[in-house]
């Protein structure tokens, strides 16, 4: 008998505790005060009807000289004895211009990182943001993430998003060597960008 007794009495406290913190949790704050997600309407944003645009300009990468806007800040231990230099990273604020000729009017910069990324080919893999400094789109961000085989005569690309005009950005860029120089390794690169936004 006290054997029963003791576990209608376990029993009973542990209904309690369920029904106890049941209670506690529904009534302190209401739900929508703090909320980790909800719907909403494009045009609470304000956004606009979706547009496409093309963009073209010249990308320059100087490695040499004494004002490099590429600068290497890492290496692997193999990246010597790797053909693509596999395990290299650089850190670029390359100029964007309208030409292909460095002195050309400057419209933005590219900000970020390339990487050697492939163990067999040239390739990098690009993480960096076109930040745009001329008319409209002065202010204005589109990022880059994406495989960039330098061999190739024309690499694709991905737009993953964007700042300012360029908010819900997305696309895809094609870059095609320019110029390369064997000597300094100074390149400068054509792009063609393809971009929806609001």
């Known amino acids: 008998m006290a054997k029963t ?4 009495l376990f029993s009973t406290f542990i209904l309690l505790s369920v029904m106890l913190s049941y209670v506690t949790s529904t009534t302190g704050e209401p739900d929508d005060i703090h909320r980790f997600s909800r719907q909403i309407s494009p045009e609470t944003l304000d956004l606009k009807q979706e547009k496409l645009i093309h963009l073209h300009f010249y990308f320059h990468d100087i490695v040499s000289g004494r004002n490099p806007t590429a600068v290497e800040v890492a290496r692997a231990a193999m990246t010597n004895t790797s053909a693509p230099h596999f395990g290299q990273v650089f850190v670029i604020d390359d100029p964007l211009t309208l030409g292909p000729n460095i002195t050309s009017k400057l419209v933005g910069r590219a900000q970020g990182i390339d990487a050697s990324a492939s163990q067999s080919e ?3 893999l690009m ?5 745009f400094m001329e008319g409209k789109y002065n202010g204005s961000n ?5 495989r960039n085989a330098i061999l ?11 700042s ?4 819900f950005a997305r696309g895809y860029a094609q870059a095609r060597t320019h110029t390369f120089d064997l000597k300094t390794l100074d390149a400068v690169v054509e792009y063609n960008v393809y971009v929806l936004h609001h």
């Open 127 to 131: 993480a960096l943001n076109f930040a």
């Open 142 to 146: 589109l990022s880059i993430l994406g």
């Open 152 to 162: 190739y005569d024309v690499r694709e690309m991905p737009i993953v998003g964007g």
């Open 122 to 124: 040239w390739a990098l």
């Open 164 to 167: 300012g005009v360029f908010r």
């Open 5 to 8: 007794l003791l576990k209608l």
